[in-house]
Protein backbone atom coordinates (compact mmCIF):
# COMPACT_ATOMS: atom_id res chain seq x y z
CA UNK A 1 0.00 0.00 0.00
CA UNK A 2 2.03 3.29 -1.76
CA UNK A 3 0.11 5.63 0.88
CA UNK A 4 1.65 9.41 0.96
CA UNK A 5 2.22 11.93 3.09
CA UNK A 6 2.19 15.79 2.00
CA UNK A 7 1.40 19.49 3.04
CA UNK A 8 -2.52 19.85 2.46
CA UNK A 9 -4.01 22.79 -0.22
CA UNK A 10 -7.36 24.41 -0.52
CA UNK A 11 -8.18 21.58 -3.56
CA UNK A 12 -8.22 18.73 -0.37
CA UNK A 13 -10.80 21.06 2.11
CA UNK A 14 -13.58 19.14 0.50
CA UNK A 15 -12.04 15.71 1.87
CA UNK A 16 -10.65 17.25 4.97
CA UNK A 17 -14.29 18.09 6.11
CA UNK A 18 -15.79 14.94 4.92
CA UNK A 19 -13.36 13.21 7.55
CA UNK A 20 -13.67 15.60 10.23
CA UNK A 21 -17.64 15.28 10.41
CA UNK A 22 -16.74 11.43 10.53
CA UNK A 23 -14.87 11.97 13.52
CA UNK A 24 -17.49 14.50 15.09
CA UNK A 25 -20.06 12.10 14.46
CA UNK A 26 -18.40 9.03 16.00
CA UNK A 27 -18.45 11.30 18.99
CA UNK A 28 -14.72 9.46 20.35
CA UNK A 29 -12.61 12.17 18.91
CA UNK A 30 -13.98 16.20 19.80
CA UNK A 31 -16.47 17.97 21.76
CA UNK A 32 -17.60 18.98 18.49
CA UNK A 33 -21.39 18.02 17.60
CA UNK A 34 -22.45 19.79 15.08
CA UNK A 35 -21.36 18.74 11.59
CA UNK A 36 -18.71 21.51 9.77
CA UNK A 37 -19.32 23.05 6.36
CA UNK A 38 -17.02 24.76 4.18
CA UNK A 39 -16.92 27.71 4.98
CA UNK A 40 -15.84 26.58 8.81
CA UNK A 41 -12.95 24.63 7.36
CA UNK A 42 -11.95 26.85 4.68
CA UNK A 43 -11.17 29.45 8.07
CA UNK A 44 -10.00 26.37 9.65
CA UNK A 45 -7.53 26.12 6.99
CA UNK A 46 -6.27 29.53 6.43
CA UNK A 47 -5.53 30.09 10.50
CA UNK A 48 -2.62 27.52 9.65
CA UNK A 49 0.80 29.99 8.21
CA UNK A 50 4.72 28.91 8.32
CA UNK A 51 5.12 26.78 11.12
CA UNK A 52 1.23 25.57 11.29
CA UNK A 53 0.75 23.43 8.77
CA UNK A 54 -1.93 21.02 8.17
CA UNK A 55 -0.73 17.30 6.36
CA UNK A 56 -2.42 15.02 4.54
CA UNK A 57 -2.17 11.09 3.91
CA UNK A 58 -3.09 10.11 -0.10
CA UNK A 59 -3.79 6.52 -1.37
CA UNK A 60 -4.45 6.78 -5.30
CA UNK A 61 -5.74 10.21 -5.53
CA UNK A 62 -7.65 10.17 -2.55
CA UNK A 63 -7.31 11.71 0.87
CA UNK A 64 -7.36 9.45 3.52
CA UNK A 65 -6.42 11.54 6.55
CA UNK A 66 -5.03 14.49 7.44
CA UNK A 67 -3.54 15.93 10.47
CA UNK A 68 -2.63 19.63 11.87
CA UNK A 69 -0.09 21.61 13.97
CA UNK A 70 -1.69 24.72 15.74
CA UNK A 71 -0.38 26.98 18.59
CA UNK A 72 -0.76 24.93 22.07
CA UNK A 73 -1.11 29.00 23.48
CA UNK A 74 -1.04 32.51 21.98
CA UNK A 75 1.93 33.16 24.57
CA UNK A 76 5.40 33.60 23.45
CA UNK A 77 6.58 31.20 26.11
CA UNK A 78 4.61 28.74 24.77
CA UNK A 79 6.35 29.02 21.10
CA UNK A 80 8.30 25.53 21.40
CA UNK A 81 4.87 23.68 21.73
CA UNK A 82 2.73 22.52 19.50
CA UNK A 83 -1.07 21.12 19.51
CA UNK A 84 -2.38 18.57 17.12
CA UNK A 85 -4.95 16.90 15.55
CA UNK A 86 -5.20 13.49 13.29
CA UNK A 87 -8.07 12.22 11.78
CA UNK A 88 -8.95 9.05 9.66
CA UNK A 89 -11.41 7.99 6.89
CA UNK A 90 -13.33 5.57 8.95
CA UNK A 91 -13.02 3.04 5.73
CA UNK A 92 -9.09 3.64 6.71
CA UNK A 93 -8.36 3.59 10.07
CA UNK A 94 -5.91 0.56 11.69
CA UNK A 95 -4.00 0.58 8.46
CA UNK A 96 -1.26 2.90 10.01
CA UNK A 97 -2.37 5.98 8.19
CA UNK A 98 -2.62 7.72 11.61
CA UNK A 99 0.90 6.50 12.03
CA UNK A 100 2.57 7.86 8.79
CA UNK A 101 0.54 11.62 9.49
CA UNK A 102 2.11 11.45 12.87
CA UNK A 103 5.72 10.60 12.05
CA UNK A 104 5.46 13.61 9.42
CA UNK A 105 3.98 16.07 11.94
CA UNK A 106 6.92 15.03 14.08
CA UNK A 107 9.77 15.39 11.40
CA UNK A 108 8.46 18.40 11.01
CA UNK A 109 8.08 20.00 14.42
CA UNK A 110 11.36 19.32 14.76
CA UNK A 111 12.74 21.18 12.04
CA UNK A 112 10.63 23.95 13.25
CA UNK A 113 12.12 24.65 16.60
CA UNK A 114 9.02 22.76 18.72
CA UNK A 115 10.54 21.30 21.60
CA UNK A 116 7.18 19.31 22.36
CA UNK A 117 3.66 18.11 20.54
CA UNK A 118 0.60 17.97 22.89
CA UNK A 119 -2.39 16.83 22.45
CA UNK A 120 -6.14 16.41 24.32
CA UNK A 121 -8.13 13.43 23.79
CA UNK A 122 -10.60 11.30 25.69
CA UNK A 123 -9.95 8.42 27.91
CA UNK A 124 -12.38 6.03 25.96
CA UNK A 125 -10.68 6.73 22.71
CA UNK A 126 -9.02 3.61 22.59
CA UNK A 127 -7.69 3.61 18.84
CA UNK A 128 -6.51 7.40 19.38
CA UNK A 129 -4.58 5.73 22.61
CA UNK A 130 -3.05 3.14 20.82
CA UNK A 131 -1.27 5.30 18.13
CA UNK A 132 -0.24 8.11 20.32
CA UNK A 133 1.21 5.52 23.19
CA UNK A 134 3.13 3.63 19.92
CA UNK A 135 4.49 7.01 18.97
CA UNK A 136 6.01 7.77 22.40
CA UNK A 137 3.62 10.05 23.80
CA UNK A 138 2.72 9.94 27.56
CA UNK A 139 -0.14 10.64 29.72
CA UNK A 140 0.09 14.05 31.66
CA UNK A 141 -3.14 13.79 33.02
CA UNK A 142 -6.97 13.83 32.81
CA UNK A 143 -8.82 16.89 33.80
CA UNK A 144 -12.63 15.54 34.75
CA UNK A 145 -15.71 16.11 33.88
CA UNK A 146 -14.08 18.88 31.30
CA UNK A 147 -16.38 19.23 28.54
CA UNK A 148 -19.56 18.43 27.78
CA UNK A 149 -20.54 15.76 24.68
CA UNK A 150 -24.58 14.95 24.11
CA UNK A 151 -25.15 16.53 27.20
CA UNK A 152 -22.68 14.36 29.50
CA UNK A 153 -19.59 15.49 31.09
CA UNK A 154 -16.62 13.87 29.35
CA UNK A 155 -13.20 13.81 31.26
CA UNK A 156 -9.89 14.97 28.62
CA UNK A 157 -6.68 13.34 28.83
CA UNK A 158 -3.72 15.47 28.13
CA UNK A 159 -0.54 13.80 26.41
CA UNK A 160 3.13 15.31 25.42
CA UNK A 161 6.42 14.10 23.39
CA UNK A 162 9.28 16.07 24.21
CA UNK A 163 10.84 16.19 21.38
CA UNK A 164 14.08 17.35 22.49
CA UNK A 165 15.30 18.18 26.13
CA UNK A 166 16.33 21.62 26.60
CA UNK A 167 18.70 21.62 29.96
CA UNK A 168 19.85 24.86 30.76
C1 LIG B 1 -7.32 7.65 16.19
C2 LIG B 1 -6.90 7.49 14.73
C3 LIG B 1 -6.36 8.82 14.19
C4 LIG B 1 -5.74 6.44 14.68
O1 LIG B 1 -5.26 6.37 13.36
P1 LIG B 1 -5.15 4.96 12.62
O2 LIG B 1 -4.66 5.17 11.24
O3 LIG B 1 -6.45 4.27 12.78
O4 LIG B 1 -4.04 4.25 13.53
P2 LIG B 1 -2.84 3.34 13.02
O5 LIG B 1 -3.34 2.31 12.06
O6 LIG B 1 -1.71 4.20 12.56
O7 LIG B 1 -2.49 2.58 14.38
C5 LIG B 1 -1.51 2.96 15.28
C6 LIG B 1 -1.44 1.92 16.38
O8 LIG B 1 -2.65 1.93 17.13
C7 LIG B 1 -3.29 0.66 17.07
N1 LIG B 1 -4.72 0.84 16.89
C8 LIG B 1 -5.35 1.45 15.87
N2 LIG B 1 -6.68 1.39 16.04
C9 LIG B 1 -6.88 0.68 17.18
C10 LIG B 1 -8.05 0.29 17.87
N3 LIG B 1 -9.29 0.57 17.40
N4 LIG B 1 -7.89 -0.40 19.04
C11 LIG B 1 -6.67 -0.69 19.52
N5 LIG B 1 -5.53 -0.34 18.88
C12 LIG B 1 -5.63 0.34 17.74
C13 LIG B 1 -2.72 -0.03 15.87
O9 LIG B 1 -2.79 -1.41 16.05
C14 LIG B 1 -1.33 0.52 15.79
O10 LIG B 1 -0.44 -0.20 16.58
P3 LIG B 1 0.37 -1.44 15.90
O11 LIG B 1 1.12 -0.87 14.74
O12 LIG B 1 1.24 -1.91 17.02
O13 LIG B 1 -0.63 -2.43 15.47
C15 LIG B 1 -8.07 6.97 13.85
O14 LIG B 1 -8.55 5.76 14.36
C16 LIG B 1 -9.21 7.97 13.72
O15 LIG B 1 -9.21 8.81 12.82
N6 LIG B 1 -10.20 7.91 14.66
C17 LIG B 1 -11.32 8.87 14.67
C18 LIG B 1 -10.82 10.30 14.88
C19 LIG B 1 -10.01 10.41 16.16
O16 LIG B 1 -10.31 9.80 17.18
N7 LIG B 1 -8.97 11.25 16.13
C20 LIG B 1 -8.13 11.51 17.30
C21 LIG B 1 -8.75 12.56 18.15
S1 LIG B 1 -7.87 12.81 19.69
Not at 18 to 24: E, K, M, P, T
Not at 101 to 125: C, G, I, M, Y
Request: glycine share 8%.
Amino acid sequence: MMVTVRVATHRDLPSILAIYNQGIEDRVATLEQDLKDMDYITNWFNEHTNRYPVFVAEYQNNIIGWADLHPYSHRCAYGGVAELSVYVHRGWRAKGVGQALLSALEAFARKHDFHKLVLATFPFNSAGLALYRKMGFREVGVFMNHGRLDGKWVDVLWMEKLLELKVE
